[in-house]
C-alpha cells in the first residue's frame, strides 16, 4: 500500500470516526456518530467554582489558583515540548501557585479511555495520533465540555477582544461535534491549501503566479515552452488534492454556499453552475498534464516538483515539512491561492481553503476544568503560538503569532496568504468524512476529469447521480452542518 | 453405563484417532468454519463493525448486490481472469516443463530438457518466492507510465511511445492479468515438471522410438499424463483469479481504477468494510464471492473429469 498524508489503518479510522481532524484533511469527521442526542447535557464552565474570585479579564474563568492542572499531550510529530516549554509555564505564570502535573504520551486513547470510565480524567487533552479518543462517543456520552466559554472569553493579549476574534475564522467551526453541535474541540494547527511552486525557479524565470484562470493558461503555454509541466497531481493515490482544487474554485465563484449544499446534499447542489465552470476550469489545465501523472503516487510528483519539472502542485502547508529531505538546495517553496475563474466571483482571488487540526479537549469531569479552558486560553496567546510555531515548524490558527519570527519559505508564504485572505477563508468539506462513498466517487471523476476522459458538464452529472444515491440510501446517517 | 462398542479397545482405536484429529479439527473450526458462518450471519445484518447493536434485515444486502454496478464491474472482471489467465499461465508452463524436461531431445538414449534447464527451472520459480506485494512493488517500477518506467524505457530504444500499462481503462486490467501470469509461470512449471517427472521414461522412449515428433510427444503422450496435474493446476489457478486483491490494491490506479476499470471483488469488500464501514453489505459481497468460487471449484472437477491412466 502507498503511503499518502490520509492513508491510515483501520485501527486509527475507527478511532477517528469521532471528531479527530487528519493532518492531510481537518474536519474529515466533525461529528460522524454524533448523530443521536447527547445523554447528558454537558455542565457549564461559566459557572464560578466555589470559593473562587471573581471573573475577571485575566482570570475570565474564575480558576482557583492554586488548584493543580493535568495535561496530557500526544507526543508526535510536533513532540511535546511546546507544551513543557511554552504553554504550561505561561500557564504559571498566570497561576504561580498551581502545580502542573504534565504527561506526554503517544497512546491517548488506551491511557485514557479507563480513566474516562472511572471518572478520574486530566484538565486538558491533547487528542491526536493514532491511538487517540473517539471523540464522538465522549461527545454523545457527555464526557467533554462545550468551550463556547473560551471563545466567549477575553483574549490574552488584549481584554477588550474575545478569543474567538482572535483566531482564524473557521476555527470554532471545525471543532463542532454533538447534536445540537456545539464546539467541543480546539483544533490548534493551521493548515492552509492552495498551489504550490518552487520561488527560486519563477524568479529565474521571470514568472509570476497567475491570478485568473485566463493568466493561468498563458502561463500553461510558456512554462510548457520550458518542457515545465505547468500543474500536476498525482492520479494514483491522491486525486483529492485536485478535487480540493476544483471545491475552491467552486466556492470562489459561488461562495462557500456552493461547499455547504455539497456537504448537506442539497437538490443539484453539483450541478450549480459553480461547480461546472471550476471543474471546466481546472480540465483546461489538466490537459497540460502529462498523462503518466494519473500513474503516479504523491512522493513521486512531489519530487518531481523538486527536480524543477512541475511548476504547480495542490497541496496543504505540510508540504514544506513533508519534502524537507528532498528538497535541494536552491528550492524555495512558496504558495498561492487558486486562480479567480470568473470576473464576477464571490470570493476574491486572495481567498484560500484553510482549516484547523490537532485538536485539544477539556474533560466535563475534569477536577480543574476551569484551568483546562485557561490553558487552552494561554495557548491562544500570541507567546504561545509564537512559541508553538518556532518549536514545531507549523503554523497555529492564532491570527498574527508569527510578528518577529523566522519563518521557513513555505511557511513566510502560507502566513502571507492567510493575512491577505482575511475573513476570505474557503470552508472545509464535511462530506469527505461523512460520506465515504461519495469522496470515492469524487476521486474517480476527478481522474477521470483531469485525464480528459469526461467533460465539466458529465463530471458534474455524475457526481449528482452519487450525491442522489448517497441522499436515498437509508443505510447512510445524514448530517447537515450551517457554518 | 458401557455401551456394546465402546470397548477399551475401541476407545483406544478411537481416542487415538481423535488425539490427533483434535487440534487441526479445533483450529479449523475456529480459525475457518465459525468465521465464514458468522459472515453469513452478519451478511443478514446491518452491522458496520464499530457497534453491538446492528438490525437483521433479511436478504436486503444481496437485493442491493443487484443494484451495485461497482459489484457487477467487479464480478465481470473475475470473469475475464478467470478466462485469461489461468488458460495462458497454463500453456505457458506447460510449455516451458516440457522444454525443461524432456524438449532437448535424447542424450545417452535419455529424453532431456533443452541446455541449461536446471538453471531455468531455478530462474522460473524466482517470482514465487516474492510475496505478492514485492511483485506489485517491482511492477510499479517496470510499469510506470513515464518514458523512465522500465517496460516503457525498453520500448523507447524502439521508437515506442511511453504505454499508460495501468492508466489506460481498456489497458489497466490486461496489464494486472499480465502480472499475475508472470507471477503464477514459476510455480507451474515446477508443478508439471513434477508430474512429468513421475511419468516413467520408457514412455517417452518408447514413443519416441516409434518416432514421434516432439509435437506428438507433447499432445499425444505427455498431456494425457499429467492431465491431473493440469486439472489441479487450473482449479489454483482458478482460485487465484477470484483473488487478485493485492495486486490490484498496490498496482492500479486510486484502487481498482481508472473508472473501475480494474476492481475486483476482495478490493471492494475491502473498501466496504474498512472505508464505508458496511460490514454487512461487504459481509454479503464475501458470501457471494465464496458461491463464485464454490462453483467454479465445482464445474471444473466435473468438466475435467477423465479416467485416470494408471502407469
Known amino acids: ?483 | 453405563m458401557r455401551r456394546g462398542r465402546l470397548t477399551p479397545g475401541a476407545v483406544r482405536k478411537w481416542g487415538f484417532i481423535a488425539s490427533f484429529l483434535a487440534a487441526p479439527l479445533a483450529i479449523y473450526i475456529i480459525f475457518f468454519v465459525s468465521p465464514n458462518l458468522q459472515a453469513l450471519q452478519l451478511a443478514l445484518t446491518n452491522s458496520r463493525g464499530i457497534s453491538p447493536d446492528f438490525q437483521y434485515v433479511g436478504f436486503e444486502n444481496f437485493t442491493r448486490l443487484f443494484g451495485d454496478e461497482v459489484f457487477w464491474a467487479a464480478v465481470r472482471h473475475h470473469g475475464l481472469i478467470l478466462l485469461v489467465m489461468p488458460l495462458v499461465t497454463i500453456v505457458i508452463a506447460l510449455f516451458f516443463s516440457f522444454l525443461l524436461n524432456l524438449g532437448g531431445g535424447q542424450r545417452n538414449g535419455q529424453l532431456t530438457g533443452v541446455w541449461g534447464s536446471s538453471f531455468y527451472k531455478v530462474v522460473f520459480f524466482f517470482p514465487q518466492v516474492l510475496a505478492v506485494v514485492i511483485v506489485g512493488v517491482l511492477f510499479q517500477a517496470v510499469l510506470n507510465p513515464q518514458k523512465s518506467g522500465i517496460l516503457n524505457s525498453v520500448l523507447g530504444w524502439f521508437g515506442v511511445d511511453p504505454v499508460g500499462w495501468l492508466i489506460k481503462p481498456d489497458l489497466a486490467l490486461w496489464t494486472i492479468i499480465g502480472v499475475m501470469v508472470w507471477q503464477g509461470v514459476g510455480f507451474y512449471v515446477v508443478l508439471f515438471s513434477a508430474g512429468m517427472a513421475g511419468v516413467p521414461k520408457e514412455i517417452f522412449e518408447a514413443a519416441a522410438l516409434d518416432g514421434a515428433n516432439r509435437f506428438t510427444l507433447f499432445f499425444k503422450i505427455t498431456l494425457p499424463l499429467v492431465w491431473n496435474t493440469v486439472q489441479v493446476g487450473w482449479v489454483y489457478l482458478g482460485i487465484a483469479a477470484f483473488d487478485a486483491f493485492a495486486l490490484v490494491q498496490v498496482l492500479s490506479i486510486d484502487r481498482g481504477g481508472p473508472d473501475n476499470a480494474t476492481t475486483v471483488l476482495p478490493l471492494e469488500i475491502f473498501r466496504q468494510t474498512f472505508t464505508y464501514y458496511r460490514f454487512g453489505y461487504a459481509s454479503a459481497m464475501g458470501v457471494a464471492l465464496v458461491f463464485l468460487v464454490l462453483t467454479f471449484a465445482a464445474l471444473t472437477l466435473r468438466v475435467t473429469r477423465r479416467e485416470r491412466i494408471e502407469y
Open chain 1, 1 to 483: 500500500m502507498t503511503i499518502t498524508p490520509r492513508d491510515i489503518t483501520r485501527r486509527q479510522l475507527l478511532a477517528r470516526v469521532g471528531l479527530t481532524a487528519l493532518v492531510a484533511g481537518p474536519f474529515l469527521s466533525a461529528c460522524a456518530t454524533g448523530g443521536g442526542g447527547s445523554q447528558e447535557a454537558a455542565p457549564s464552565a461559566a459557572a464560578p467554582s466555589a470559593g473562587g474570585a471573581s471573573a475577571s479579564a485575566n482570570n475570565p474563568f474564575n480558576v482557583k489558583a492554586d488548584a493543580p492542572l493535568e495535561v496530557v499531550i500526544f507526543k508526535g510529530g510536533y513532540s511535546d515540548e511546546y507544551a513543557t516549554q511554552s504553554h504550561e509555564p505561561l500557564y504559571k505564570k498566570a497561576f504561580p501557585g498551581a502545580t502542573i502535573k504534565h504527561q506526554g504520551i503517544q497512546t491517548i486513547g488506551q491511557t485514557l479511555t479507563p480513566r474516562f470510565a472511572g471518572g478520574d480524567v486530566p484538565d486538558v487533552v491533547n487528542n491526536s495520533g493514532t491511538d487517540n479518543l473517539d471523540g464522538g462517543a465522549l461527545i454523545n456520552a457527555g464526557q467533554l465540555l462545550d468551550l463556547t466559554p473560551l471563545f466567549e472569553a477575553p483574549s490574552v493579549d488584549d481584554p477588550t477582544k474575545k478569543v474567538k476574534d482572535v483566531i482564524v475564522p473557521g476555527t470554532i467551526e471545525s471543532g463542532l461535534g454533538g447534536d445540537p453541535a456545539k464546539p467541543y474541540t480546539l483544533n490548534y494547527v493551521y493548515t492552509a491549501y492552495g498551489l504550490w511552486y518552487d520561488a527560486k525557479l519563477f524568479e529565474k524565470e521571470g514568472w509570476t503566479p497567475p491570478k485568473t484562470f485566463d493568466e493561468f493558461k498563458t502561463f500553461a503555454e510558456a512554462a510548457k515552452a520550458k518542457n515545465i509541466v505547468p500543474f500536476g497531481y498525482a492520479g494514483k493515490n491522491a486525486s483529492y488534492y485536485a478535487y480540493w482544487m476544483i471545491l475552491i474554485s467552486a466556492a470562489k465563484i459561488g461562495g462557500n454556499k456552493i461547499l455547504l449544499d455539497i456537504d448537506n446534499l442539497a437538490d443539484n447542489a453539483w450541478n450549480n453552475d459553480a461547480v461546472k465552470q471550476a471543474a471546466a476550469a481546472w480540465a483546461e489545465i489538466g490537459k497540460y498534464m502529462d498523462p503518466a501523472y494519473e500513474g503516479l503516487i504523491h512522493t513521486e510528483v512531489q519530487t518531481q516538483q523538486n527536480q524543477g519539472k512541475v511548476a504547480f502542485y495542490p497541496s496543504g502547508s505540510w508540504l514544506e515539512a513533508e519534502q524537507a529531505k528532498d528538497t535541494p538546495e536552491g528550492f524555495e517553496y512558496a504558495m498561492v491561492p487558486t486562480p479567480s475563474v470568473t470576473a464576477a466571483d464571490q470570493m476574491p482571488y486572495e481567498a484560500i481553503r484553510a482549516a484547523a487540526a490537532e485538536g485539544f479537549i477539556v474533560p466535563s469531569k475534569a477536577k480543574n476544568a476551569a484551568g483546562g479552558l485557561e490553558y487552552l486560553r494561554q495557548m491562544l496567546s500570541k507567546q504561545g503560538a509564537r512559541d508553538f510555531t518556532e518549536k514545531t515548524k507549523s503554523l497555529t490558527v492564532v491570527i498574527g503569532a508569527t510578528e518577529g519570527l523566522t519563518l521557513s519559505p513555505g511557511l513566510t508564504s502560507v502566513a502571507a496568504a492567510q493575512t491577505a485572505a482575511g475573513t476570505n477563508v474557503v470552508t472545509f468539506s464535511s462530506f469527505e468524512g461523512w460520506y465515504k462513498e461519495l469522496e470515492t466517487e469524487l476521486r474517480k471523476q476527478t481522474n477521470a476529469l483531469m485525464f480528459g476522459r469526461i467533460s465539466a458538464e458529465e463530471f458534474a452529472t455524475k457526481m449528482q447521480e452519487a450525491a442522489d444515491k448517497t441522499k436515498a440510501d437509508e443505510s447512510i446517517i445524514k448530517q447537515t452542518r450551517n457554518v
